[in-house]
């Protein structure tokens, strides 16, 4: 289980979406996504900071680092259901 501390931006993000998140079982993961209690994605590798961690140290710097993000998964965030489409409604 990583040591990721979820924040509250990714919690109300989760809800709006309809679904629960937890601290991942996969060690390189930050988070479980779950609906209906069944799981169904694992996102955010524990290596990279994520939107809301950005956003404690520097605004600026945050929307920097978001805009890159979403230019970089471009091909995978818009999926619906898939971990790249989790990963960037909830982590960013």
Known sequence: MSNYKITS????????LGVTIKPSSNKK???DVFK??????????????DYPNYLKEDKKLAEKRRKAYKKR????????????????????
């Open 73 to 92: 998964h471009e091909k995978d965030r818009h999926k619906k259901g898939s971990n790249g489409y989790y990963a960037d409604q909830i982590l960013w």
């Open 36 to 49: 209906g209690g069944k799981k169904i994605a694992s996102i955010g590798a524990v290596a990279y900071k």
């Open 9 to 16: 931006y990714s919690k109300n993000k989760a809800k709006k």
């Open 29 to 31: 993961k930050k988070i």
